[in-house]
RNA sequence: GCUCACAUGGCUCAGAGGUAGAGCACUUCCUUGGUAAGGAAGAGGUCCCGGGUUCAAUUCCCGGUGUGAGCUCCA
């Protein structure tokens, strides 16, 4: 073996890791895997770390059995049950366990048996026979560390020696087999990486998610808040929160109303008759919420299509009219599970930037290419990466089997013709249509679904819309449904996890904080505060009867981008002191030049 | 929806089977200040809701509501 290969950790084999033991049991030779932090070795790695947790639970506590211990996106995890109450506290003792167990430097070793020897090996453990039983080989790998035993199909490290960086993050219950019908069994979440330095990171980066919880956030610069009397899901909107969101939605408008979309609006509560015309009442009715008037069932709109439909019907339309473009911030409920809601991010009552796009067959792929356009300008203006991806047909779902291929083909074409990398995700798709979903990539690595593109023909049908073709035919028009923040309420949850509360200024709640420095220098105060009014921006005045140092501090901790100081000599000269907020520095300057930089900055940007 | 945990002033939290406390915030007064907490006094709680156990429950038990974590990423 060269000197490369003694360092190796596994090796790739057919785009494949295959662990040291079993390339040697099989003469596979390949390229070396080194123990790096590439997603390659973190696999290896990780698995290990796994079993490695396993060896000490068990080592632990009595009678551990373990089901599955998979490795994951964010680290691994293992399911296992013990006779003893496990909790949160005991993860340091399994932690301090597996160093010991590391440093015994266990050879790990890998033999095969039959399925029928596997039955007869583990015949008193139910979660091993419950793995068997979804295993359809005839024989199966255990790997063995020490006197620990386990059924892994690997691949897995050549020792024990090599974990060294890991940590164990989380416990918590999970169901056998992801069944909520089966027993709970515990969970034990943790990470690994090659080396100290990425562990710490990734630690930090962990930390670093927590402070930024939009809930947390969210409630220290009142934004918005939850109440028990009010119901679970429905956010109230606190002034500044409903400030950054009309910042938003006067920005997202203009930028409609240029793109050629005209501004629609829907009542919250149709007849459920037309709930079942478009097939919710069928499809999605288990997430409406329904009520009776007047002996009529009505069903509360849990998207906003029924009534752009209705508005589009109010008309003939000609070819020449399409595409026609409606936009409407949607008022939306639906019944999520109460284990799903999660502060902005899931909530039963919300608001999407919605529109509907009626246009020919013809129209399809450009207009698809133009909302991409839009999606991109926004996003990128918020400082997101993003990627896309195509959803099929749902087990659910309304329409031939021949609408849906059609559809699903013109999605990848307008994606292939822009040169646009997808990922395609089988059955994910609307009941009514195929979609291209956007995920967003946030300042700290997370990825958050907002927008969706979704092409129908299936409700056109349904309602029977119709235009009038060049020779006076009747046509049916294709919709686009389309959002592209998704919802107010997750994108700006969104929006304060990625930015951590310091909004830049065009969206943040308040532009300005002024800080008078005397009594005396209120009225100017007020004078600038009306100014930026008149420019659009808003100001908090910080006169109270406080310490300078304290309304300073004060106005720091208020996140607003910006923070300016009056004393005598700013009145007297027509100036302002601007105090920057990072490197507490001050500068000054002429009021006409700072209404400008303030004009210019809650300009700059254009959608 | 399921499992577990939690629920105490506006917020963050302490506390005991005998009807409650701190810090911040709030109110008033003093302080009239040049860049991250000046001082004093004060107001504010059906201890989430309903039922049970008990001489006595906010505390223990049951149910509900709300919140948090997890339940999808298959040896």
Not at 200 to 224: Q, V, Y
Request: some cysteine; aromatic content about 10%; overall charge negative.
């Amino acid at each position: 073996m060269s000197r490369k290969k003694m360092d190796a950790i596994a090796i790739k084999h057919n785009d494949e890791i295959i662990d040291l033991q079993t390339a040697a049991a099989l003469g596979i030779e390949g390229e070396p895997i080194e123990l790096d932090n590439s997603d390659d070795a973190l696999e290896v790695l990780r698995h290990s770390t796994a079993h490695l947790m396993a060896q000490a639970v068990t080592s632990l506590y009595t009678n551990a059995k373990f089901f599955v211990g998979p490795v994951v996106k964010e680290g691994f995890y293992y399911d296992f049950k013990v006779d003893e109450e496990i909790g949160e506290a005991d993860l340091k003792k399994i932690e301090k366990q597996m160093i010991n167990l590391a440093k015994k430097k266990f050879e790990i070793e890998r033999y095969e048996i039959t399925m029928e020897e596997a039955k007869l090996k583990f015949g008193n453990d139910e979660l091993k026979l419950d793995v068997l039983k979804r295993i359809p080989d005839s024989k199966v790998s255990i790997y063995k560390q020490g006197d620990f035993e386990d059924l892994c199909r690997g691949p897995h490290l050549p020792n024990v020696r090599n974990i060294r960086f890991f940590k164990l993050l989380k416990i918590a219950g999970a169901y056998r087999g992801g069944d909520s019908k089966n027993e709970m069994l515990t969970r034990i979440y943790g990470i690994a990486f090659a080396d100290k330095e990425t562990l710490k990171n990734h630690m930090t980066m962990l930390l670093e998610a927590e402070k930024r919880d939009h809930r947390k956030i969210g409630a220290e610069m009142k934004l918005f808040t939850f109440r028990e009397e009010v119901g679970a899901g429905f956010p109230i909107w606190l002034p500044a929160g409903a400030r950054l969101r009309a910042r938003l939605e006067s920005l997202l408008f203009k930028a409609h109303r240029k793109r050629g979309y005209e501004p629609v609006r829907g009542p919250e509560m149709l007849r459920a008759d037309l709930w079942k015309t478009s097939g919710h009442y069928q499809n999605y009715g288990e997430n409406m919420y329904f009520t009776d008037i007047d002996d009529v069932e009505f069903g509360v709109k849990p998207m906003n299509c029924v009534g752009h439909i209705k508005a589009y019907e109010h008309d003939l339309h000609s070819y020449r009219d399409l595409p026609i473009k409606y936009f409407e911030y949607g008022v939306v409920h639906r019944h999520e599970m109460t284990g799903a809601l999660h502060g902005l991010f899931r909530v039963r009552e919300f608001t999407q930037d919605d529109a509907h796009i009626f246009c020919t067959l013809d129209q399809i792929e450009e207009q698809i290419t133009e909302v991409l356009d839009f999606v991109d300008k926004i996003m990128s203006t918020f400082g997101f990466d993003y990627k896309m991806m195509i959803s099929t047909k749902p087990e659910k779902a309304v329409g031939s089997d021949e609408i849906w291929e059609s559809t699903i083909q013109s999605l990848k074409n307008a994606m292939d013709n822009n040169k646009l990398p997808y990922e395609i995700d089988e059955g994910g798709g609307a009941f009514y249509g195929p979609k291209i979903d956007i995920k967003i990539t946030d300042a700290i690595g997370r990825e958050w679904q907002c927008g969706t593109v979704q092409l129908d023909s299936n409700l056109p049908a349904r309602f029977e819309l119709e235009y009038n073709g060049e020779n006076n035919d009747k046509i049916q028009p294709v919709m686009i449904h389309r959002a592209i923040l998704g919802s107010f309420e997750r994108f700006i949850g969104i929006l304060t996890e990625h930015y951590a509360g310091e909004f830049p200024m065009f969206v943040a709640p308040t532009q300005v904080a002024i800080v008078p420095i005397a009594e005396t220098h209120n009225a100017y105060a007020k004078e600038l505060s009306d100014k930026l009014i008149d420019l659009g921006a808003d100001s908090e005045i910080f006169s109270k009867n406080e310490s300078l140092n304290k309304r300073i501090r004060t106005a720091e901790k208020g996140r607003v981008p910006m923070i300016i100081v009056i004393g005598d000599e700013e009145v007297e000269n027509k100036t302002i002191a601007i105090r920057d907020r990072r490197t507490r520095e001050q500068s000054n300057m002429s009021e006409s030049d700072f209404l400008s930089l303030i004009h210019k900055k809650i300009n700059e940007v254009n959608f």
